[in-house]
């Protein structure tokens, strides 16, 4: 299995990106989860979608991220709006597949004052 992220960019304070994340394999019946790293920090949950689209979000980026998914093309997706310094980052999208865990590759997201 392999996911690549893409979608990440320079962005103004408030302003909005879509972050998509291509899997190989199918990701039926499969969780997805999309994650994120601030330089010198710990790699964070931001968001995770069940196989039914039923979402979590971390309290920082509730009511501004929206997560969905696209089953039948192996697609997971991050919408970010109202985006502040703070979500600067390096995005990862995540599937679980039983034990085993797959990552994508990163996308950097940055968000300018």
């Known amino acids: 299995v392999q996911l690549q992220a893409c979608g990440g960019g320079l962005v103004q304070l408030g302003g909005s990106l879509r972050l998509s994340c291509k899997v190989s394999?199918?990701?039926?019946?499969?969780?997805g989860s999309w994650y994120r790293q601030a330089p010198g920090k710990q790699r964070d949950l931001v968001a995770r979608?069940?196989?039914?689209?039923?979402?979590e979000y971390a309290a920082s980026v509730k009511g501004r991220f929206t997560a969905s998914r696209e089953n039948a093309k192996g697609m997971l997706y991050l919408q970010m709006n109202n985006l502040t310094p703070e979500d600067t980052a390096m995005y990862y999208c995540?599937?679980?597949?039983?034990?085993?865990?797959?990552w994508g590759q990163g996308t950097q997201v940055t968000v300018s004052s």
């Open positions: 394999g199918t990701i039926f019946g499969l969780p």
């Open positions: 995540h599937l679980r597949v039983g034990s085993k865990e797959y």
């Open positions: 979608i069940n196989t039914n689209s039923v979402a």
